[in-house]
Nanobody, 119 residues
Framework: QVQLVESGGGLVQAGGSLRLSCAAS????????MGWFRQAPGKEREFVAA????????DYADSVKGRFTISRGNAKNTMYLQMNSLKPEDTAVYYC????????????WGQGTQVTVSS
């Protein structure tokens, strides 16, 4: 059974940084793309970033380009999202995902971790 567990969320002031982590288990993830999505209160879930199985391809939402960096660990079953220059509008529940490379949907989802950016 595939399991994705996020960590690293919390409360930070605007302009600050957070690093989210995602630990994947249940199968070999080296061939799986992974990604981050987020959902703010009252809004639809939106794509944040994606990374291919090898780590050679990445994509970002325009709203986070230049501020967020997605990466994978050497074992390929961990993923990170370094978030810098955080803004109040980045406040959301952030979800880790895994599956075929996509900017819209994935097969596997974590439970989410809350990120709150205060102004």
């Amino acid at each position: 059974q595939v399991q994705l567990v996020e960590s690293g969320g919390g409360l930070v002031q605007a302009g600050g940084s957070l690093r989210l982590s995602c630990a994947a288990s249940g199968r070999t993830f080296i061939n799986y793309a992974m990604g981050w999505f987020r959902q703010a209160p009252g809004k639809e879930r939106e794509f944040v970033a994606a990374i291919s199985g090898s780590g050679g391809r990445t994509d970002y939402a325009d709203s986070v380009k230049g501020r967020f960096t997605i990466s994978r660990g050497n074992a390929k079953n961990t993923m990170y999202l370094q978030m810098n220059s955080l803004k109040p509008e980045d406040t959301a529940v952030y979800y880790c995902t895994a599956g075929s490379y996509s900017l819209t949907s994935y097969d596997y989802w974590g439970q989410g971790t809350q990120v709150t950016v205060s102004s």
